[in-house]
């Protein structure tokens, strides 16, 4: 069955949802980690010319982090790449390579290619930086992907559930990779496209990752609870050093418990130490009080920026994997009493809205169209890829045929890469298997 995609590209982890048109179904968020829906937004440039993206990506940057590249979407527009293992690499082609990532591995797993697909970006990007990034998505195959912000998105999700008139403001909280506020107003159109917001007032802290901070959190709390030599590990240890790198990995994966309001035990194992650790809902919106109570004061600093009221606003809408923590709610309710919007999933809300904003492209009549290319182009260099590839880059087991086969979405009326080569062939040759 037809679906488009919605991919939010964020700044620490990234996550995409599918929509069937004419199903009646809502937006439904898509697993791209291994235990977690959303993958990190990373990608690892092996010597043998290999490109993992994701988990698999970030777990191989422990054993090799010069090849591990992140943080890169911060530095889309910069003229200066970053050096990632031997190569110089422009930020905006590892954007378009990890956005290519996804879009080939929800192919793989639907048996088909997106019809539409739609990517965010961070608000603050001009006209710049989403030219930049159009077009290394245009060398990616995704020449008609549509852009739009992640607040925009986030507003197009809420307007979906719950209609907003005309010039009504809402403003659109995020507790994610970035802690940041943004008021917009609802056009008069009569299309829910990302058109239709217009951008009243923004404000944020310096740049900064909430759920890292959170982990750092859970990390030294567990640290305290062991005690006397073991709470102070020698880090200069390779095997302790080693050791902790799984309880911080321990810890992370215990913050998403906690953050849905359950219990969690973390799991020590050190060199002389063996214990596990119990952490309460209370103990650990303790811990977050503090940092969530930053977002308060930022949605009070985009309201005065854009000269407006709380009582002036439809809704407060919360995304980001930290919105899901009932803390989080309570603490801006305060500030905008009965107006916050507080998802079941805030996570997903920016990929869903994505996901309805590829919906409204293909009514527009744009597309994509499936094209199998046996070569995978890392930063103009044709390498083919290896076997294995394929079950690396995808958590769940390939649907298409192994041996370095990746399906590429490439724009209906642009030309298609031929299989085994790095060259174009017309956009009139048959499609394979057709």
Not at 2 to 12: E, K, N, P, R, W
Not at 87 to 109: D, F, G, N, Q, S
Not at 122 to 140: I, K, N
Not at 295 to 316: E, N
Request: charged share 20%.
């Amino acid at each position: 069955m037809t679906y488009v995609l919605g991919i939010d590209l964020g700044a620490c982890s990234t996550g995409a949802a599918i929509l069937r048109p004419g199903s009646g179904e809502d937006p439904a968020p898509l697993g791209l980690g291994v235990h977690t829906p959303r993958a990190a937004s990373a990608l690892f440039l092996a010597a043998d010319g290999r490109v993992l993206a994701g988990d698999a990506a970030e777990s191989r940057g422990w054993e090799c982090p010069e090849r591990l590249a992140r943080g890169f979407k911060a530095r889309v527009g910069d003229s200066v790449p970053l050096a990632v293992g031997e190569a110089l690499v422009p930020a905006e082609e590892l954007y378009a390579a990890l956005a290519r990532w996804v879009v080939t591995t929800v192919e793989a797993r639907e048996g088909a290619p997106a019809a539409a697909v739609a990517l965010t970006h961070p608000r603050g990007w001009g006209g710049y930086r989403v030219s930049v990034a159009r077009r290394a998505l245009a060398e990616a195959g995704l020449a008609h992907a549509l852009l739009l912000s992640e607040p925009e998105a986030a507003a197009l999700h809420h307007a979906a559930g719950t209609p907003l008139d005309p010039g009504a403001m809402v403003a659109v909280c995020n507790l994610g990779g970035s802690v940041e506020a943004t008021v917009l107003r609802r056009g008069a159109g009569t299309d829910r496209g990302a058109a239709d917001f217009e951008t009243l007032g923004r404000s944020g802290g310096p740049a900064r990752d909430l759920g890292a901070e959170l982990d750092e959190a859970v990390f030294a709390h567990v640290l305290d609870a062991l005690g006397g030599p073991a709470g102070e590990p020698d880090t200069g240890d390779p095997r302790v050093a080693s050791a902790l790198a799984q309880v911080r990995r321990e810890c992370a994966t215990a913050k998403e418990a906690l953050a849905g309001g359950a219990e969690a035990t973390v799991k020590v194992v050190l060199p002389g130490a063996r214990k596990q650790v119990r952490i309460t809902p209370e103990e650990f919106e303790a811990l977050a009080g503090n940092l969530l109570r930053g977002a308060a004061d930022i949605l009070g600093q985009a309201l005065r920026s854009a000269r407006v009221s709380v009582r002036d606003l439809a809704a407060v809408i919360l995304t980001g994997g930290t919105a899901a923590i009932p803390l989080a709610a309570r603490i801006l309710a305060e500030e905008a009493p009965g107006a916050v919007a507080a998802d079941a999933d805030p996570a997903s809300v920016t990929a869903r809205g994505a996901a309805l904003a590829a919906a409204g492209h293909l009514k527009a009549g744009v597309g994509t169209e499936a094209v199998v290319a046996s070569v995978l182009r890392v930063h103009g260099t044709a390498v083919r890829p290896h076997p294995d590839d394929l079950g690396l880059l995808l958590p769940a087991p390939p649907t298409v045929e192994a041996g370095g086969v990746l399906y590429i979405p490439v724009p209906r009326t642009r030309q298609r890469i031929a299989a085994g080569t790095g060259m174009t062939a017309a956009s009139g040759a048959s499609r394979p298997g057709a």
